[in-house]
């Protein structure tokens, strides 16, 4: 249980620096109008977490499930529920903590340009560690290598700070005095992240902006592909290149959930590729879902920059056609590598196997424009978080 909770509590952290929508480099504007009112620090940020601990409603759906369960089984009976509220508002206190100093040391000791890149990095780590912590929540036995590594754990990894809820469980008058110490721990850890925080914004709530301030990349040394691709496709991919935010979840997290789905449902392939019509659905069903992480934001990922596409000599239909029609290329390699994958696990080949690969294929790609379509209509150009 320690251990599985050590992997929920890291994934949960790294969710709320890499998981969040906004710039982890940038501050937003309530907290910079709240910063100009005659408050200490240390007061905005204690409403920082407090909100972090009682609004992570991710936190409150998979901690607050695995430790009711823990002390239903201890037989804690009634006082279980409570036991469990209180020992999750508690983590997530300690993931607001960690969120607060976190973001602030960044702000003032990282660089600008490197906030993203960090922030992507955190995303793929949380969704990393929780596709791990849900297969092995969910496999019909417990794998023999999670069993290794805790058995391999000492006692004392039951005192860190949010495995002390685990020590509830003993029950009688030590379940008291531990409850004790988990809520006097928790407070401590958050005073001091809220005091190395205010020391943090002494100067200020950020260490420089990031406004004039970058290089330009010479002609020889730009990215793959941004020399062929001109106009609105060629910016787009100079984007994703850029931009490890937008990287991550348009086309590596559609990679690591359908990896995942394999790896608990290891028969899912096999049973496809027995039978090409099954393929070719699951095919279009892996390119189908990259769109959704994809296509569907053609136009909210222009932001403030809308207003640019004004300016350009092409009809605005015409651009949105030409952004549909990349990601619709890009998510066709998705079928393509179910295909790939499935003759690489011995499936035999024949002659229909090409049709079906051509309507998976072309399905995909016929369903971009639709999925632009949803997707322009469903933004709001003026909304502060399109």
């Known amino acids: 249980l320690a251990l599985l909770l050590t992997m929920l509590f890291a994934s949960l952290a790294a969710a709320s620096i890499g998981g969040t929508r906004e710039d982890l480099g940038k501050v937003g504007w309530h907290m910079t109008w709240l910063f100009t009112f ?23 759906l998979t901690v607050f499930p695995l430790l009711l369960v823990a002390y239903l089984c201890a037989g804690h009976g009634a006082r279980a529920l409570g036991e469990a509220a209180l020992a999750t508002l508690c983590l997530t206190t300690l993931i607001g903590a960690a969120k607060l100093l976190g973001e ?5 000791r990282g660089r600008p340009g490197a906030m993203r890149n960090l922030q992507a990095v955190f995303g793929v780590l949380s969704m990393l560690l929780f596709m791990a912590t849900l297969a092995t929540a969910i496999a019909q036995s417990v794998p ?70 970058g290089a330009r990349t010479a002609a020889g040394n730009r990215p793959i592909g941004a020399g062929r691709l001109r106009g609105i496709a060629g910016k787009d991919i100079l984007l994703l290149v850029r931009d490890r935010t937008l990287l991550v979840p348009t086309l590596v997290g559609p990679v690591i959930v359908i990896g995942f789905q394999l ?3 290891p028969q899912l392939l096999g049973a496809a590729g027995s039978d090409f019509r099954h393929l070719a659905a699951l095919a279009f069903g892996v390119g189908a879902y990259a769109l959704m992480a994809s296509a569907f934001m053609v136009l909210a990922v222009e932001g403030k920059t809308l207003w640019l596409l004004y300016t350009f000599p092409r009809r605005l239909e015409d651009i949105m056609r030409r952004k549909a029609l990349l990601w619709g290329t890009l998510a066709c390699a998705y079928p393509a590598a179910v295909f790939a994958l499935a003759f690489a696990r011995g499936a035999a080949w024949e002659w229909g196997a090409a049709l079906y690969g051509l309507l998976a294929v072309g399905g995909v790609f016929a369903c971009a424009p639709v999925a632009a379509g949803i997707g322009i209509m469903a933004t709001d150009p003026f909304a502060l978080d399109p």
């Open 104 to 108: 602030t040391w960044l702000r003032k």
């Open 144 to 213: 023999g290598a999670f069993l290794d590594v805790a058995s391999a754990l000492p006692r004392t990894v039951l005192w860190l700070p949010w495995n002390l809820p685990l020590l509830l469980c003993e029950g009688g008058a030590r379940s008291v005095m531990y409850g004790v110490l988990m809520v006097a721990a928790t407070c401590a850890l958050a005073a001091g992240a809220l005091w190395c925080a205010q020391a943090l914004v002494r100067g200020g709530l950020v260490g420089e902006t990031s406004a004039f301030r």
């Open 263 to 265: 790896v608990i449902n």
């Open 38 to 60: 005659p408050v200490r620090p240390w007061v905005l940020f204690l409403g920082r977490v407090l909100a972090a601990a009682c609004t992570n409603a991710f936190a409150w």
